[in-house]
């Protein structure tokens, strides 16, 4: 069982919509990370939140809006997103603020996104 | 500049053989390594870490790892592939205050 939650584990939504994702841990992690994953691909990093606070934007479309509202939840918003967004979106986290790399990464098992 | 190159993209063993899956990487300092395994429509799950301890590192599930500084190369091994195994693997490496960066990826595939 992944000790990081993500939810939904499956999303369908049209390029109007606006929905969200959420990712849950309880593991007192303080590093946040959001990751789009193509098939066949690595992930790619989208969003580092550090203690809370916002502090990597991999130059994210703002159509992708994220919220760290407490330290154990993590959400990233969407608006208007195209096609090409159709991905899974990996949730991960870690001990200490992002500067801290040599830690590894606990990541959820991802919601399935895909844009009509 | 950190990168790291994953010299093959598909690896194909038979059950109970040997599984060597290979990496190489560069960095300016001294690097953490990390390998995850990736199961089909789940997330990454790591399998074991090199943080400048013990050159030579043991994992989850039976795999394990050898950091060699001289060829800058950290492969991944198991003794006796299991038909679990397969699944897709990435090579991770990442510098103090700088972030990590994943290879493309390994699918191993287990033959019966």
């Known amino acids: 069982d992944t000790e990081v939650t993500q939810t939904p584990k499956h999303l369908v939504m049209g390029m109007t919509n606006k929905k969200s994702l959420k990712c849950e841990q309880h593991?007192?992690?303080?590093?946040m990370y959001w990751y789009k994953q193509k098939a066949k691909k690595p992930p790619e990093l989208m969003f580092v939140y550090s203690y809370e606070k916002l502090s990597i934007n991999e130059s994210v479309p703002s159509r992708f809006s994220p919220e760290c509202p407490n330290s154990s939840l993590l959400n990233l918003h969407l608006h208007a997103l195209q096609p090409e967004d159709s991905a899974l979106y990996l949730c991960?986290?870690?001990?200490?603020?992002?500067?801290?790399?040599?830690?590894?990464?606990?990541f959820g098992d991802g919601t399935r996104l895909s844009i009509l | 500049a950190q990168s790291v190159t994953q010299l093959d993209s598909h690896v194909s063993v038979s059950e109970g053989t040997p599984v060597l899956l290979r990496c190489n990487y560069s960095?300016?300092?001294?690097?953490?390594l990390f390998w995850y395994v990736q199961h089909p429509n789940k997330g990454l799950q790591l399998l074991l870490k090199?943080?400048?301890?013990?050159?030579l590192v043991k994992g989850i599930n039976g795999f394990e790892a050898e950091f060699k500084k001289s060829e800058t190369s950290f492969h991944l091994t198991k003794p006796s592939a299991h038909m679990s195994d397969a699944a897709e693997y990435f090579c991770v490496v990442s510098e103090w205050d700088d972030k990590i960066i994943f290879g493309k990826g390994t699918r191993l595939h287990i033959l019966p």
């Open positions: 593991m007192g992690h303080r590093a």
């Open positions: 991960a986290s870690s001990p200490q603020g992002d500067r801290f790399s040599n830690q590894p990464q606990h």
């Open positions: 960095s300016s300092y001294s690097p953490s």
């Open positions: 090199y943080t400048s301890a013990a050159t």
